[in-house]
């Protein structure tokens, strides 16, 4: 099962970007464009598509703050480039509606070629950023896009602060035990605002001055009661939705009295393998126990717990 969000190949070209003439030769008619809007990307309205244009379709705009995404060198060394339409004059971007629409990217991800839907996670969480970012953290002063869209740099000469983009790191676990009729359980929990039925692992992010293996076995604790050791790194997925890195580990139950935080999770339960067959799909309609979105580590780590059963 691939990880979706995590091929992304441009080169990132992060000593050339800082070249002012450099950057601006990237864009050139070869370049393609990734419009963004209110933290969607523009799809075609016929086929779901990614649409990348060109140039010419939107030097139109302000261009001045968009963020050079790389280069895809597999692919004519293409240059990529993001533009964030958010706050743009509607008059200017009716254009772009003929065409094409703005989906949320967690949409159609699991259709999509995983390079493009990891390239559109880039540019959503950075985006993103930007949107979210506009003024000094230190003096409250505004701030200005420089570095190709990969920094922000206070507008006042006497702060000067450069900012960059921050990921947050998540922790998120399959949590196994064998119970004392021979079976082998995996932990899993839900929150209310979740689609009915459905059960993803447990999660959460982690605190400073914690080692990841820490923060694993105290969101388990908090969240369901239940201790953990063994605590063991799977893999990791970009999560820009909107800007995590979620780590993936399975650990070993000491205990298995559930005991939820209702502030935490709505439910927890333990679950076999068995019980797991008899799942539906996330966006499946009716009643009943429904796995997490196929694009998750979440999914990941759930069928890579039922593959070591095999």
Not at 156 to 170: L, N, V, Y
């Amino acid at each position: 099962m691939m990880l979706k969000y995590s091929e992304m190949q441009l080169n990132r070209c992060s000593n050339q970007r800082k070249n002012p003439q450099w950057l601006e030769s990237q864009k050139n008619t070869n370049s393609r464009w990734v419009l963004m809007h209110s933290d969607q990307n523009y799809f075609s309205q016929g086929d779901n598509r990614p649409l990348f244009l060109s140039l010419e379709a939107v030097e139109h705009l302000n261009l001045d703050n968009a963020v050079f995404l790389g280069i895809d060198e597999n692919n004519d060394n293409r240059p990529y480039f993001a533009l964030d339409l958010t706050d743009t004059d509607q008059a200017l971007t009716t254009v772009f509606l003929a065409q094409g629409e703005f989906i949320d990217l967690r949409k159609l991800a699991v259709v999509l070629d995983n390079q493009y839907a990891s390239l559109l996670a880039l540019a959503r969480g950075i985006c993103f950023w930007h949107r979210t970012h506009g003024f000094c953290a230190r003096c409250g002063t505004a701030s200005q896009l420089v570095e190709a869209g990969h920094s922000r740099l206070c507008s006042s000469q006497e702060c000067g602060h450069h900012t960059f983009p921050r990921t947050d790191p998540a922790v998120i676990m399959i949590v196994r035990k064998t119970f004392a009729d021979g079976i082998e359980r995996c932990l899993l929990g839900r929150q209310a605002s979740w689609p009915d039925g459905v059960f993803s692992t447990l999660a959460g992010f982690v605190d400073p001055g914690e080692t990841l293996e820490t923060a694993v076995a105290r969101e388990v604790q908090e969240e369901s009661g239940i201790s953990v050791n063994n605590v063991q790194y799977i893999t990791s997925q970009p999560w820009p939705f909107p800007s995590s890195i979620m780590l993936g580990f399975i650990a070993d139950a000491c205990s298995e009295k559930i005991q939820v935080d209702k502030d935490e999770l709505d439910d927890a339960r333990w679950f076999s393998r068995d019980d797991l067959n008899a799942f539906g799909e996330w966006g499946d309609e009716g009643a009943g126990f429904k796995l997490s979105r196929v694009d998750s580590i979440s999914r990941y780590l759930i069928e890579y717990w039922r593959k070591l059963g095999d």
